[in-house]
């Protein structure tokens, strides 16, 4: 019996079961994803990010990896913006590591905190008794069947969750999907500064930044056509990069 269950060990997930443990709760962290392991989606960290990251003691980890981001660039169609030297503190405004690495940190945070971590982990189904989630029911990579119970289930696991369905949790502050995104990652580039270019008429923006092992990372978000075709398409070019 566990005080928590966190279902889905990403960037969400991870941090709370971690959080929780240092509690002295008996936290149960699981996930489908064998890791490291990519995912398709941005990996950014500014704003309050650095500064998370830095009360938890993992910044010193993320930094060996990734370079910090002092300089930013800002072109929103009529003049750029710049502003340098963004540190506070000795830390930096930003940081890009790839979600390998980013999430493989926050999950052996979890795990060396005293949480359960168990990835290859598939949650198919949830325990419901008297309309209260009350365990999962999952399969380990070998193929066993494995239930476990808690006093509470947290879904970590993403905007399908599959215990947002389960409990038929309304779906609130919805917004279409207005860009499309395609990225890829390019070597030998000298920049070190964060640049940003939005045109907000033609819905069009572009933002790169150095990341890991000396490649830059180049994001760039074109109006979204709701068509087979175009999703198609986008899943395909976003499964390769």
């Known amino acids: 019996m566990h005080d928590v269950i966190v279902v889905g060990a990403r960037c969400a997930g991870s941090p709370l079961a971690m959080l929780l443990a240092r509690e ?18 941005g990996h950014f960290i500014h704003r309050h990010g650095p500064r998370r990251l830095r009360e938890w003691g993992l910044l010193g980890k993320v930094a060996a990896r990734t370079p910090a981001i002092t300089d930013m660039l800002v072109d929103a169609g009529d003049f750029p913006l710049v502003a340098r030297n963004l540190v506070e503190d000795d830390m930096a405004w930003g940081y890009g590591p790839r979600r390998t690495t980013l999430d493989q940190i926050l999950i052996d945070a979890a795990a060396e905190s005293g949480a359960d971590v168990r990835p290859a982990f598939n949650v198919f189904e949830y325990i419901i008794e008297n309309g209260t989630v009350a365990g999962i029911h999952a399969r380990t990579q070998a193929g066993l069947p494995v239930i476990e119970r808690g006093s509470l289930i947290v879904g970590a696991d993403g905007r399908n969750s599959g215990l947002a369905r389960a409990v ?13 995104y395609y ?10 500064t964060f640049e940003l270019y939005v045109r907000t008429q033609q819905r069009r923006i572009i933002f790169s930044f150095k990341t890991e092992d000396e490649l830059f990372a180049i994001f760039v978000g074109a109006r979204w056509m709701n068509s087979s075709a175009s999703v198609a398409m986008s899943r395909a070019n976003s499964t390769d990069l």
Do not use: K, Q, T
């Open 24 to 41: 002295g709760m008996r936290v149960l962290l699981v996930d489908r994803a064998s890791f490291p392991a990519d995912i398709p989606h």
């Open 168 to 180: 038929g949790a309304p779906v609130y502050n919805h917004v279409p999907a207005i860009l499309c």
């Open 183 to 192: 990225f890829s990652y390019w070597s030998d580039v000298a920049s070190e």
